[in-house]
């Protein structure tokens, strides 16, 4: 299984980013698809989650600016970053757990916030 995620860049302090991942080869029944992030000298940290019952969960500082969704016929998994602010600066990943229990990791995607 391999998780290929894009849509990351350079955007102003209020702007949108929409990231995407597609997930391809030996896939069974997908369970949870996820978005993390991660800054250099701290750890990953949840940003949003998408269970296949159709269930979404947000860290409490993306609540009401970002929206995760689910393409279950592609085997995509969406981020749109609305209001994006300095402090969303991070290296963005997908994350893919299985009904088996297996889990996969995309290679990541940089988002700066910058003026």
């Known amino acids: 299984v391999q998780l290929q995620a894009s849509g990351g860049g350079l955007v102003q302090p209020g702007g949108s980013l929409r990231l995407s991942c597609t997930a391809s080869?030996?896939?069974?029944?997908?369970?949870?698809m996820s978005w993390y992030r991660q800054t250099p000298g701290k750890e990953r940290e949840s940003v949003a989650t998408?269970?296949?019952?159709?269930?979404?969960n947000y860290a409490d500082s993306v609540k009401g600016r970002f929206t995760i969704s689910r393409d279950n016929a592609k085997n995509t998994v969406y981020l749109q970053m609305n209001s994006l602010e300095p402090e969303d600066t991070a290296v963005y990943y997908c994350?893919?757990?299985?009904?088996?229990?297996?889990?996969?990791w995309g290679q990541g995607t940089q988002v700066t916030v910058s003026s």
């Open positions: 994350k893919l757990v299985l009904r088996a229990g297996l889990v996969y």
């Open positions: 998408a269970t296949s019952s159709g269930s979404t």
């Open positions: 080869g030996s896939i069974s029944s997908i369970n949870v």
